[in-house]
């Protein structure tokens, strides 16, 4: 049975950081493409960042350029979401993703579309 499973998420005051983490299971995933996404309350789920197979490629949803930082062990079947100056506004659950594919353009990764294995979610909620 193929498992992704988030770890790493809490409570945090702006200005914070968190690192999540999520471990895969079942499968190995050093050939595909990972991501991250996210969906606040009321809000459809939304693509927060991806990696491609080897980590040498990243995509970034604007809003967190510059915080976020993802990264992978394929040793260890896991990837990483680093958020750092954390915000209000990325207060949501955080999901982990992995595509069956190695990579593709910025079009096709920030979509659900070529992820086929989901986690159940990890929350994160930025308050002071």
């Known amino acids: 049975q193929v498992q992704l499973v988030e770890s790493g998420g809490g409570l945090v005051r702006p200005g914070g950081s968190l690192r999540l983490s999520c471990a895969g299971s079942?499968?190995?995933?050093?050939?595909?493409?990972m991501g991250w996404f996210r969906q606040a309350p009321g809000k459809e789920r939304e693509f927060v960042a991806a990696?491609?197979?080897?980590?040498?490629?990243?995509y970034y949803k604007d809003s967190v350029k510059g915080r976020f930082t993802i990264s992978r062990d394929n040793a260890k079947n896991t990837v990483y979401l680093q958020m750092n100056s954390l915000k209000p506004e990325d207060t949501a659950v955080y999901y982990c993703?992995?595509?069956?594919?190695?990579?593709?353009?910025?079009?096709?990764?920030?979509?659900?579309?070529?992820?086929?294995?989901w986690g159940q979610g990890t929350q994160v909620t930025v308050s002071s």
């Open positions: 993703a992995a595509a069956t594919v190695p990579w593709g353009t910025i079009a096709t990764m920030t979509v659900n579309g070529p992820y086929k294995f």
């Open positions: 079942g499968r190995t995933f050093s050939s595909d493409a």
């Open positions: 990696i491609n197979w080897s980590g040498s490629s990243t």
